[in-house]
């Protein structure tokens, strides 16, 4: 599956996440459509639109490094789960990472994004290579164990879904929401 936004002739190349990403507004600004789509399993496609003015998350900002990131949200929420699925983080207003969420229930879109799962995996693997070398802390081994308890978290919320028969379906979990 790839991602593409639909009308790409004023962007930058990015780093992307998939083969077909093609970029960044030259202005750096997201509205050169209203919509992006997500080619997946044959007659279906997922749509999300895009935000006239991308939102900005906030990070901790005491200093160093995160002074100079920026996150931004370039999508709207979508329905039914009102999660947001397109995000850049910028270094120094340069963007320099695409994250591309899974848009839409796998067995009626196929896989077309990334899984907060994935993100937690890269965050824990940075974690366990800290505590294993001269970065080695307490908080880094706090922070380490609530990034697996979220992951275990979510495997829970899973094995729920799958055992109720509504994963891969935009259907709520019975008896949890």
Not at 59 to 64: A, L, M, Q, R, V
Not at 93 to 122: D, M, W, Y
Not at 139 to 144: G, R, S, T, Y
Not at 157 to 173: H, I, K, S, W
Request: proline share 7%; hydrophobic share 35%; net charge neutral.
């Amino acid at each position: 599956m790839s991602f593409h936004v639909e009308d790409h002739r004023n962007l930058l190349p990015c780093n992307r996440i998939g083969p077909d990403v093609r970029g960044f507004p030259r202005n750096g600004r997201m509205s050169m459509s209203d919509s992006v789509q997500t080619p997946a399993a044959p007659a279906a496609t997922c749509k999300a639109k895009l935000r006239d003015n991308p939102a900005s998350l906030p990070i901790n900002e005491i200093g160093g490094l995160n002074t100079h990131l920026r996150v931004l949200v370039l999508d709207e929420p979508m329905q039914p789960n009102n999660a947001c699925h397109l995000y850049v983080i910028e270094a120094n207003g340069v963007p320099t990472c695409t994250l591309n969420f899974q848009r839409g229930p796998i067995k009626e879109h196929g896989v077309n994004g990334i899984s907060n799962e994935a993100l937690l995996a890269v965050v824990a693997h940075r974690f366990e290579g800290f505590q294993r070398g001269k970065f080695a802390c307490d908080d880094n081994a706090e922070a380490l164990k609530h990034i697996y308890a979220a992951m275990e978290c979510m495997s829970k919320r899973t094995q729920g879904r799958v055992l109720a028969q509504v994963e891969g379906y935009d259907l709520p979990n019975p008896g949890k929401g």
